[in-house]
């Protein structure tokens, strides 16, 4: 992904593993950078191009059922429990 905000071309060091089974964690865990840029491009073409941004192509004008619409929810949020196996003792 670009940022075009940097001298140097791309994020860099993105995606971190904070912590992994593999070195003694009970789970693995990441953290994730994005810059503030990401995910403006939702009202595109008006973000960029100025005759489109006149016209009212916005932000401003997008219909937000389009991006708000009901999703399907799981019966319940899926636990740790879920996807450990239990100690036999």
Excluded at 7 to 31: D, F, H, N
Excluded at 45 to 54: A, K, Q, S, V
Aim: aromatic share 8%; with cysteine.
């Amino acid at each position: 992904m670009a940022c075009w905000e940097r001298k140097v071309e791309g994020l860099g060091p993105y995606l971190r593993l904070q912590s992994s089974m593999k070195t003694g964690s009970i789970a693995y865990s990441s953290e994730i950078k994005l810059p503030t840029h990401t995910g403006t491009h939702v009202d595109a073409p008006g973000h960029m191009i100025d005759r489109y941004f006149d016209a009212g192509i916005d932000v401003d004008t997008l219909d937000l059922d389009v991006l708000n619409e009901l999703s399907t929810l799981p019966k319940r949020c899926t636990q740790f429990e879920d996807f450990v196996k239990p100690s036999i003792t």
